[in-house]
């Protein structure tokens, strides 16, 4: 499993995204499966650099592994912040129009749309998010 240890900063999301795509760049995702990925790995690793340290800064461990046959990725975001299981927010009411919506909850009900699994767990005093993502066959 490749992994990169990172301080959560907003400015090191592109350096997050090539590690992603260095290691995904044989699983032949389609360029709507990488957008979406992408889309993923930035609203996870965002939401660590602004609200797991608050008002300080930390650092997030990313890890990547791709299975060789199915070439399906796991990415897991690992960090050391406050306690916080996004799976348990409420998925916003996509049918009300962006003023009548409450504020938050759209990135990670995006990345629980976008990926084929996500799960959440608290262990050893870290938040760890697992996201799975297989290619889909063309």
Do not use: W
């Not at 650092?59 to 690992?78: G, N, R, Y």
């Not at 009300?96 to 608290?122: F, H, P, T």
Request: hydrophobic fraction near 35%.
């Amino acid at each position: 499993m490749a992994e990169l240890f990172i301080a959560a900063s907003d400015d090191n999301l592109e350096k997050v995204n090539s590690f992603i795509h260095q290691n995904i760049e044989s699983c032949s995702f389609s360029d709507m499966e990488l957008m979406q990925i992408d889309l993923s790995v930035e609203e996870i690793f965002v939401n660590i650099a602004h609200y797991a340290y608050a008002p300080q800064t930390g650092d997030a461990l990313i890890q990547c592994q791709v299975d060789p046959e199915s070439k399906t990725t796991v990415i897991i975001f690992s960090d050391s912040g406050i306690p916080f299981d996004p799976l348990k927010k409420e998925d916003p009411d996509i049918t009300l129009s962006a003023e009548e919506r409450r504020i938050g909850g759209l990135g990670i009900y995006l990345v629980k749309k976008y990926m084929d699994k996500v799960e959440y767990c608290y262990r050893d005093g870290k938040n760890i998010l697992t996201l799975t993502k297989t290619p889909k066959t063309k």
